[in-house]
């Protein structure tokens, strides 16, 4: 789960990690008002969107005056914000972001993310942080630092000099940044996360280290832990299939593709999606119904495929264990019968109770196409779609 930079910035606050002063506001007037409240100009007004390179988008202004700070709130509120990481289609911005401006003499990057190649905690850092730090990862990769971190163990005070002394940073500033950098790795334990990022982590004129932009991201897996965290959940933000999805809990995650799949398992998931591309069609969506998965589950996956107007073929490709071939049969027929079904439609299904499955998928009246292997599936689903 995504939350926003000033939900972020509320949990570094919470684990001390120094942030810009600033509030939220919902309209150019609050955003005015948020303003006044900051001790003087000029102030920062931000997009908040789950998205980053806003400000290359036109969605992070510097605003020196109250009468700025309205032009500017106006100007981005209610903008369609169009990043590298939201695709042409931009996200509309509902809220925005009002902090103090700070005296900025340097800017670095920091994050805090799991790695399963060690199966341990990395943090990684680079002295060239800033808008353009996807351009350092891909051209000069020796700029970042990484630092790996036993979980089991913990952060220890020679990580944190670790990475200071890989910044070059000024003697007076290795302890606060040590400091700030333990209390970010207990964040990113405590709450579950799958990421926590700064960029820019900044060295202020005055010499103090601060955090300018924030960035979490939580495991799913571990929200049932953290209600405070599901509160920050904001719908506007998220594809409305992949919220529907959720209700059933549906693995779902909505693409750009033309062949609609439904799979038990993420790792079969992932490799159908790659063998369609090979054919020569594109994945529509990554549907994991989970071993467990009822005829109900399965009757709202395959009527939210439907519903996604860029299907023009399903891939049904179920290997039978836990979920057994004949309860999906079943989800299948009723999906069918209560949504319809005006694209081909290929399965391919091994395991158990498979011969109970056919039956009840040939006896359903249904135009289904059979295949022998998943290979055998691909190709004919890619064929149906014009792949």
Same mark, same amino acid.
């Given at each position: 789960?995504?939350?926003?930079?000033?939900?972020?910035?509320?949990?570094?606050?919470?684990?001390?990690?120094?942030?810009?002063?600033?509030?939220?506001?919902?309209?150019?007037?609050?955003?005015?008002?948020?303003?006044?409240?900051?001790?003087?100009?000029?102030?920062?007004?931000?997009?908040?969107?789950?998205?980053?390179?806003?400000?290359?988008?036109?969605?992070?202004?510097? &605003?020196?005056?109250?009468?700025? $700070?309205?032009?500017? %709130?106006?100007?981005? =509120?209610?903008?369609?914000? !169009?990043?590298? @990481? +939201?695709?042409?289609?931009?996200?509309?911005?509902?809220?925005?972001?009002?902090?103090?401006?700070?005296?900025?003499?340097?800017?670095?990057?920091?994050?805090?993310?799991?790695?399963? &190649?060690?199966?341990?905690?990395? $943090?990684?850092?680079? %002295?060239?942080?800033? =808008?353009?730090?996807?351009? !350092?990862?891909? @051209? +000069?990769?020796?700029?970042?630092?990484?630092?790996?971190?036993?979980?089991?163990?913990?952060?220890?005070?020679?990580?944190?000099?670790?990475?200071?002394?890989?910044?070059?940073?000024?003697?007076?500033?290795?302890?606060?940044?040590?400091?700030?950098?333990?209390?970010?790795?207990?964040?990113?334990?405590?709450?579950?996360?799958?990421?926590?990022?700064?960029?820019?982590?900044?060295?202020?004129?005055?010499?103090?280290?601060?955090?300018?932009?924030?960035?979490?991201?939580?495991?799913?897996?571990?929200?049932?832990?953290?209600?405070?965290?599901?509160?920050?959940?904001?719908?506007?933000?998220?594809?409305?299939?992949?919220?529907?999805?959720?209700?059933?809990?549906?693995?779902?995650?909505?693409?750009?593709?033309?062949?609609?799949?439904?799979?038990?398992?993420?790792?079969?998931?992932?490799?159908?999606?790659?063998?369609?591309?090979?054919?020569?069609?594109?994945?529509?969506?990554?549907?994991?119904?989970?071993?467990?998965?009822?005829?109900?589950?399965?009757?709202?996956?395959?009527?939210?495929?439907?519903?996604?107007?860029?299907?023009?073929?399903?891939?049904?490709?179920?290997?039978?264990?836990?979920?057994?071939?004949?309860?999906?049969?079943?989800?299948?027929?009723?999906?069918?019968?209560?949504?319809?079904?005006?694209?081909?439609?290929?399965?391919?299904?091994?395991?158990?109770?498979?011969?109970?499955?056919?039956?009840?998928?040939?006896?359903?009246?249904?135009?289904?196409?059979?295949?022998?292997?998943?290979?055998?599936?691909?190709?004919?689903?890619?064929?149906?779609?014009?792949?």
């Amino acid at each position: 789960m995504k939350i926003h930079e000033y939900q972020a910035k509320a949990l570094f606050r919470k684990y001390g990690v120094p942030i810009p002063e600033g509030g939220v506001a919902f309209s150019a007037e609050e955003a005015v008002e948020v303003a006044e409240t900051l001790g003087g100009y000029p102030v920062v007004v931000k997009a908040q969107i789950h998205a980053g390179g806003r400000g290359k988008g036109g969605g992070v202004k510097l &605003a020196p005056s109250a009468e700025q $700070v309205q032009k500017a %709130a106006q100007a981005i =509120m209610g903008m369609n914000l !169009v990043t590298p @990481q +939201t695709g042409p289609e931009g996200r509309r911005v509902r809220k925005i972001l009002v902090e103090q401006g700070l005296n900025i003499a340097k800017e670095l990057y920091l994050s805090v993310i799991p790695d399963r &190649a060690t199966a341990k905690i990395v $943090v990684m850092a680079s %002295a060239a942080g800033g =808008m353009d730090i996807e351009e !350092v990862a891909a @051209q +000069t990769p020796e700029k970042i630092i990484k630092v790996f971190i036993n979980p089991l163990l913990g952060i220890q005070p020679y990580h944190g000099r670790e990475v200071a002394f890989g910044l070059n940073l000024a003697p007076a500033l290795i302890k606060p940044f040590t400091s700030m950098l333990k209390n970010l790795y207990q964040l990113f334990v405590d709450y579950d996360c799958s990421l926590v990022e700064i960029n820019p982590l900044v060295i202020t004129a005055e010499d103090t280290v601060v955090a300018l932009d924030a960035k979490i991201n939580f495991d799913d897996n571990g929200l049932f832990r953290h209600p405070d965290v599901r509160e920050y959940r904001d719908l506007d933000e998220e594809d409305p299939l992949e919220i529907e999805a959720s209700e059933f809990n549906l693995n779902y995650i909505n693409l750009d593709g033309n062949v609609g799949n439904m799979v038990n398992g993420a790792g079969l998931a992932m490799a159908t999606m790659d063998i369609i591309k090979q054919a020569g069609a594109e994945p529509a969506n990554f549907l994991d119904v989970g071993g467990g998965a009822s005829a109900e589950m399965v009757e709202n996956g395959f009527r939210i495929i439907l519903s996604d107007q860029n299907v023009k073929g399903i891939l049904i490709n179920i290997f039978g264990g836990i979920l057994r071939c004949d309860v999906l049969a079943e989800g299948v027929v009723q999906a069918a019968k209560k949504t319809g079904i005006n694209v081909p439609v290929v399965v391919r299904m091994e395991g158990t109770n498979i011969e109970e499955g056919r039956r009840i998928l040939a006896e359903s009246g249904l135009n289904l196409i059979t295949a022998t292997d998943l290979k055998d599936a691909a190709r004919k689903v890619a064929g149906l779609v014009g792949g």
